[in-house]
Every structure is written in structure tokens, then in C-alpha cells.
């Protein structure tokens, strides 16, 4: 059986829902102003569809990871070839039935869309076949793929990940901000690119933070989700939840404290690798691989500030840069600490709903990646954007070279030029005026000496 989440079927269902509203109007040609100088021309961007767009997407969110890159990819006039991870192949081949159903059902070509199964090969092979990449993935692979890719100089946009901070100011309702949290760090088993990883909380409420969330997490039980009696599922890879464990050791080691887990349900021996309970660690700080290291799995570590530019230094000190939720109980004071975290993504009061928002670009910045999706940002990025300029009042009005200019260049030419630079753009009028006038006798003069040479 397969089971996309619900957050991964509103997703899509929201971007399928703007690009029908609103994704034609922005890849109709934009006019732009051609300044003084060109008044008679128009100008305009074009966009054109690049070809082929390959995407190769990670296991986390197969159904979402299919169909994001997809819809960009054919909105905007491209077919698109999608190798899915070797983990979630099955489900791969699953969800293409219902892209080729739905393009029979408006007669669209059956291989418009293509998913593909396999290993680094075949993600190698079609890097150097498309007119595009996209990769989601981690910042290692990601830098093998603008390797591969730089073979043909090919566009590419990468989603690698994150290391996303939380950040509680003393103001807050913390009962309501600690349900958030928790459902920021859990989500998905917090195998979530964009879940909160690093929380910081204002020294003043720490203490009632800690305990809310310590509170909530303990009554969670992680176990298969089929069964319905289970708050959280497994990890995705046995070997995942070594690491994670390993996460959690060196923080201990170097001073840390669990303050709290969750439990693990009643489950079949031999499938306990696979579950790993929501812990809550505090006593934290910088030098722990748990707050530098993206840890994709259900640990909330927690460290209080004192200041907003303490908790602002904190934030930044990462070399992943995706997103941020600020949380504060004034609006403003919350959008000015997320103003200068270095992301490119941002929740006030909230966590992650930037992303539910798919009129939004998404992507982020450092180890992050670059290039956006969604929006309008990622589906012009998967056009050629192309600049066009045209006569306005073609043929009544056509670009003619000034004669003092022409080859060869007269003898009053560069006086002319200077004349000509001086009345489109002179700091003051008089002195364009003056400018116009010089531009005008000059030809004149020319046009009389032309029509003597004539005479003669």
C-alpha cells in the first residue's frame, strides 16, 4: 500500500490550484520600460520552455517529490524525466499511474513524463542528457551534481537541506508555541528538510518551555502509523537511526542532558531499529555535531539567549541557511529577528507555512542550495528567459544611425555623441535644453552640407 501524507497531498493540491489560477499570466511575455533613449522602441521578456528537465528527488516525500517538480516542469511547456531515490522506488512507479492517467485524460503525450529507477548511474546519465537538473538531496551529492553538470553547463537548482532554527522570545503564550514546536521537530519523524532542528528560548521562559515540551513529547508514542493508535512513525533506513543515536551520544558526552523522550509502541521484534523516540535534549551549545549537523530525525535540542541579537548570532551560526520560524508576542519585534537570519524562507508566529504558500518561491541559501521552487520564481526557472526589443511604430519609425555618426565617423562625431548624452540624461534642464539645441544644429549642418554635395 502506498500512504502520501496529508501535508504532502495539500501541498500539491495547493500548487496544482495556483498554477491553474495563476501560473499562465506569468509566462506571458512581461513589457518593460526601454528608458529616454529608446521611446520608440518596446521592449518585453519572453519565456520559452528549456526542453527537457530532469529531477532527481529524495525519498522523504515520494508522493510531493514526484509531483512538485513535475507540475513546473509542464506548466511551463517542458516534458521532464524524474529518477526517484532507490528507497522509494516502488512508490515511484506507483504514483507515475496516476500522472499518465491524468495526461490521457486531457491527451497529453503518454511520455511527457517519465520516472526512472535506479542508482548514482542513472541520476549520472541524465544529468548529462537534460536541458535542466533539479536535485533534492544532501549538500554532498548536490555538489557531484553541478560537477556532472557543469560537463554541459546546464542550469541546475538544488533543495539540500537544513538545519532550521526555532526561536521563542520571552513574550510568547508558551503552551501554544511548545504544540508547534513539538509538531515542527516530530513531523514526518522530523525526516523533514524544513522541520525545526536548533530551538533557542529566551532564558525567561526556558524553564516553562522546556517543561511544556518535555510534557507533550513524553505522551507521544512512535509505531506503525496503519494501526491508528500511534502518534509518530518509523525512520525511513535502519542505518538513519544509528546515526541519530550518534547524534545524541556526542551531545551527552560534551555536556548535554536528555530532559525527555517519548516511548516506542508494542511492535514485531526485529522492526525496533526503525523507531526512534522523540527525544527532548537541553544543556546544548555550538560545539555539538546535533546543532551543526542536519539530524533529519524526531530530537529537539534546546539552548536559551538572553538578547535578540544573541538569538539572531545563534541562528546564523550554521552553514545551512533553508529556513527559520520566530515566534514573539509582538509581530513586529518576530519579523525584525527573522530579517537578519540568513535563509530563504521565514515563518512569523508560525513554522513553516511558507511553504503551504505555493504563490512562494522555496530554496535557501549556504549549504542549502540555490534556485527556487514554486511561485513564480520557480516556474520561470524552468523557461529560457529571453529579452526582446522592437519597433514601436514600425515602419513609420525606424532606428537610423545619426548622420555625424555614421562610418566614417564626421568630424564633429564625438561632439555630437556628447551633445546627444547630454540632452537624454543632463542634471538639469537648461542644460539639456542647451544640449538639444547643439544636437539639432549639428544636424542640420549636416543635412545642408548634404544637400550642397548634391548641387555640386
Known amino acids: 500500500m502506498v500512504d502520501a501524507s496529508l501535508g504532502e497531498i495539500m501541498t500539491t493540491c495547493e500548487k ?3 498554477l491553474l489560477s ?20 518596446t521592449a518585453k521578456v519572453e519565456f520559452h520552455p528549456l526542453g527537457v528537465i530532469g529531477a532527481i528527488v529524495s525519498w522523504n ?7 512538485n517538480p513535475m507540475l513546473a516542469a509542464v ?5 521532464i524525466v524524474i529518477k526517484v531515490s532507490e528507497h522509494a522506488s516502488w512508490s515511484g512507479c506507483f504514483y507515475v499511474r496516476i500522472i499518465q492517467a491524468a495526461l490521457a485524460a486531457v491527451g497529453a503525450p503518454e511520455n511527457l513524463v517519465e520516472v526512472i529507477t535506479g542508482f548514482a548511474e542513472t541520476g549520472e546519465a541524465l544529468v548529462s542528457s537534460v536541458d535542466k537538473i533539479i536535485f533534492v538531496g544532501s549538500p554532498g551529492v548536490g555538489r557531484m551534481i553541478m560537477r556532472n553538470a557543469a560537463d554541459t553547463l546546464i542550469p541546475v537548482t538544488l533543495e539540500l537541506g537544513g538545519k532550521d532554527a526555532f526561536i521563542v522570545c520571552e513574550d510568547v503564550d508558551v503552551p501554544h508555541v511548545a504544540q508547534i514546536a513539538v509538531r515542527g521537530a516530530l513531523q514526518s519523524s522530523g525526516q523533514n528538510c524544513a522541520g525545526a532542528e536548533r530551538f533557542y528560548v529566551h532564558k525567561d521562559v526556558y524553564p516553562a518551555f522546556v517543561a511544556e515540551v ?7 508514542t512512535a509505531g506503525p502509523p496503519l494501526l491508528g493508535k500511534y502518534d509518530m512513525g518509523a525512520i525511513c533506513m535502519q542505518e538513519h537511526s544509528e546515526k541519530l543515536q550518534s547524534l545524541v551520544n556526542d551531545a551527552l558526552d560534551k555536556g548535554a542532558e536528555i530532559a525527555g523522550r517519548g516511548s516506542v509502541g508494542n511492535i514485531a521484534e526485529g522492526a525496533v531499529d526503525q523507531y526512534f523516540p522523540p527525544t527532548v535534549i537541553i544543556n546544548v551549545n555550538h560545539t555539538m555535531k546535533l546543532m551543526q549537523e542536519e539530524a533529519f530525525g524526531p530530537i529537539m535540542p534546546i539552548m536559551k539567549f538572553s538578547s535578540d541579537e544573541e538569538a539572531v548570532e545563534l541562528a546564523n551560526d550554521s552553514k545551512y541557511g533553508l529556513g527559520c520560524a520566530v515566534f514573539s508576542g509582538s509581530q513586529h519585534r518576530a519579523k525584525v529577528i527573522a530579517s537578519q537570519i540568513h535563509t530563504g524562507v ?6 513553516a507555512s511558507t511553504y503551504m504558500c505555493q504563490s512562494l518561491p522555496f530554496g535557501g541559501v549556504k549549504e542549502s542550495g540555490f534556485g527556487r521552487f514554486a511561485g513564480i520564481e520557480g516556474l520561470r526557472a524552468c523557461c529560457l528567459v529571453k529579452s526582446v526589443v522592437e519597433d514601436r511604430w514600425w515602419p513609420f519609425i525606424k532606428t537610423k544611425i545619426p548622420k555625424p555618426i555614421q562610418y566614417p565617423i564626421s568630424e564633429n562625431g564625438f561632439k555630437f555623441q556628447e551633445s546627444l548624452v547630454e540632452a537624454l540624461y543632463g542634471l538639469n534642464m ?3 535644453l542647451r544640449a538639444l539645441v547643439d544636437v539639432l544644429k549639428m544636424l542640420s549642418e549636416q543635412n545642408t552640407s548634404k544637400g550642397n554635395k548634391r548641387t555640386d
Open 346 to 351: 521565514a515563518a512569523v508566529n508560525d513554522f
Open 75 to 79: 506548466f511551463s511547456g517542458n516534458s
Open 61 to 67: 516525500y515520494p508522493f510531493h517529490n514526484i509531483f
Open 430 to 432: 537648461l542644460d539639456r
Open 22 to 41: 495563476e501560473g499562465e499570466k506569468w509566462l506571458k511575455p512581461e513589457y518593460r520600460s526601454c528608458g529616454r533613449s529608446m521611446i520608440h522602441k
Open 16 to 18: 496544482i490550484t495556483w
Open 214 to 220: 518535555v510534557k507533550i513529547v513524553k505522551s507521544i
